[in-house]
């Protein structure tokens, strides 16, 4: 998303390997980052985001592991099969085919932000049951959703054709009005941050993402093909991790961290550390919206970091996590990849 902690919000995350997995009925779009690293991390996308979204998360945490980053099915350069009857075990289902094809019986770290994290939950359980589970970072996520909420496909149809319809791209480059809703959405509370253009001059970090986006608009959002989304939103409120799953991972004994969203609007902060407490897992609170990748960005790399690297005793774990602000990993602060955090507006 090129977040605004890149000194140059302008800066082009490029993979160092890319490629296409076939999947039965649909082929699947992938990047690889840190190339050298041995330790494997898969990070899953939000709702209506391609692997594009995580080019500069991608980019931090390859300065210290090999990082890979996809495009779900129907999205991005993702075939989409027919039939969208799309849940998350169907979509964790797919990752875990395509970690079979680029890192065969692999052990793999696993985190996910959103609907990434109710996907992640799937992935791991399946790595738990083959041993190749080695940590899980969920990142403002829960144990379910709405899972009683039994709605037919067409609703959601119709919704997503009013929210994600039509020719976005050029409503966006008309109206104002428009970007700021769009940037309300995907960048909570950042869009007026003060930041500075490729030519020095004084711009803000909205302007310089609108400004970012467009050129390359269905690289970075799936939401041009309202279908695909229509699926994706019936799979967030479907979504229902079961006890035995959780238990499951649990069990499994492995670092497990969650990095709870305080002022999260979209999933109650509640559940989210409820679902810290029934994992075991070591709950990282932190004073952000809904996707801190774009406004807590620091405090969230760190953390996955934190949980890769760490033993798995969660004691050793939690106080790591004591701070409010997280002590960056020494490799990662020394280490320069393209990356340049700078201080946060409060």
């Known amino acids: 998303m090129d977040p605004s902690h890149f000194a140059q919000p302008s800066h082009i995350s490029v993979p160092e390997s890319s490629g296409r997995a076939q999947l039965h009925e649909h082929s699947m779009y992938w990047e690889l980052r840190g190339l050298q690293h041995r330790e494997r991390v898969v990070l899953l996308n939000p709702l209506a985001c391609t692997a594009k979204f995580y080019g500069g998360l991608a980019d931090a945490v390859a300065t210290q592991h090999q990082v890979l980053t996809f495009d779900y099915r129907g999205v991005g350069k993702s075939t989409r099969p027919r039939g969208r009857d799309w849940t998350s ?158 238990a499951t991972l649990r069990q499994s004994r492995v670092p497990m961290t969650v990095y709870a969203a305080m002022r999260d609007k979209t999933i109650e902060p509640a559940k989210q550390l409820k679902m810290a407490r029934k994992l075991g897992a070591v709950a990282y609170e932190a004073h952000a919206r809904h996707l801190g990748i774009v406004d807590d960005f620091n405090n969230l790399v760190n953390l996955l970091l934190i949980t890769i690297n760490s033993p798995a005793n969660p004691e050793q774990l939690q106080a790591l996590l004591s701070k409010r602000d997280l002590a960056p990993s020494p490799v990662y602060s020394e280490v320069s990849s393209g990356y340049e955090p700078h201080e946060q507006a409060s």
């Not at 079979?100 to 994290?117: L, R, Y």
């Not at 809703?181 to 302007?207: C, H, I, N, Q």
């Not at 608009?217 to 991790?241: G, P």
Request: glycine share 6%.
């Open 89 to 246: 075990q169907l979509m964790a289902a797919d990752a875990l085919g395509l970690l079979d094809e680029v890192w065969p019986g692999e052990a793999v770290h696993v985190a996910g932000i959103s609907m990434g994290g109710f996907i992640a939950q799937k992935l791991a359980v399946a790595l738990v049951k083959q041993q190749r589970l080695r940590s899980l970072c969920l990142l403002v996520a829960s144990q379910s959703y709405m899972p009683k909420l039994h709605l037919p496909l067409f609703i959601y149809d119709i919704m997503s054709s009013f929210i994600f319809g039509g020719p976005p791209k050029k409503l966006l480059e008309k109206h104002r009005g428009s970007q700021h809703l769009f940037l309300k959405l995907y960048a909570p509370g950042v869009a007026d941050r003060p930041a500075r253009a490729e030519d020095g001059t004084e711009s803000s970090m909205g302007d310089l993402w609108m400004q970012r986006w467009m050129p390359e608009y269905e690289q970075w959002f799936a939401i041009d093909d309202h279908k695909a989304m229509a699926a994706q939103l019936r799979l967030c409120v479907r979504h229902k991790t079961s006890n035995e799953e959780m």
